[in-house]
T-cell receptor, first 111, second 107 residues
């Protein structure tokens, strides 16, 4: 049973650089979600895909953030012109129905 | 969005003790999950429990949907139970998380 995978697991970047994260959902899960978690807080919703369609975006997803799921399988999350406030754990989840399963996350540090 | 309140925020137990974690929701949810976050940040699914009661080994959970709360029971706690426990619920696509209960089980 292959769970949700994310790559890279850790990313250190300098302010102003662009970064891209990848998420591979559980096979045959048509729903995919991105969340962000900062220290001491619970995860916060960023965006949701059903197959390749992006159906919902949070107000947290500023115009520097873009997410894609071009073939309805894996997804990418890109952050342009990173800021120190973007430092967080970025979590991906997938589901077949209502129950969501999370990946190990990508921990981003912006220096 | 739905507000989720978890209590207590922190809990220290001696190995073998029992505990109850609570989660209150500001509005009705049609999906409710409990997670355990390990030290590496991975969220481990404990229960999917929009209503009713479920048990899995030393853990059990009860959700009273009409009163908008859920309880997680941990019995005979072990040091490996340490970590942060989150509940989350939604009425749409997005899960809304509480701030978690940080549990430390001491030998």
């Amino acid at each position: 049973d292959t769970g949700v995978s994310q790559d890279p697991r850790h990313k250190i970047t300098k302010r102003g650089q662009n970064v891209t994260f990848r998420c591979d959902p559980i096979s045959e899960h048509n729903r995919l979600y991105w969340y962000r978690q900062t220290l001491g807080q619970g995860p916060e919703f960023l965006t949701y895909f059903q197959n390749e369609a992006q159906l919902e975006k949070s107000r947290l997803l500023s115009d520097r953030f873009s997410a894609e799921r071009p073939k309805g399988s894996f997804s990418t999350l890109e952050i342009q012109r990173t800021e120190q406030g973007d430092s967080a754990m970025y979590l991906c989840a997938s589901s077949h129905d209502n129950e969501q399963f999370f990946g190990p996350g990508t921990r981003l540090t912006v220096l | 969005g739905i507000q989720v309140e978890q209590s207590p925020p922190d809990l220290i137990l001696q190995e073998g003790a029992n505990s109850t974690l609570r989660c209150n929701f500001s509005d009705s949810v049609n999906n409710l999950q409990w997670f355990h976050q390990n030290p590496w940040g991975q969220l481990i699914n404990l229960f999917y429990i929009p209503s009713g009661t479920k048990q899995n080994g030393r853990l059990s959970a009860t959700t009273v949907a009409t009163e908008r709360y859920s309880l997680l029971y941990i019995s005979s706690s072990q040091t490996t139970d340490s970590g942060v426990y989150f509940c989350a619920g939604n009425s749409g696509y997005a899960l809304n998380f509480g701030k978690g209960t940080s549990l430390l089980v001491t030998p």
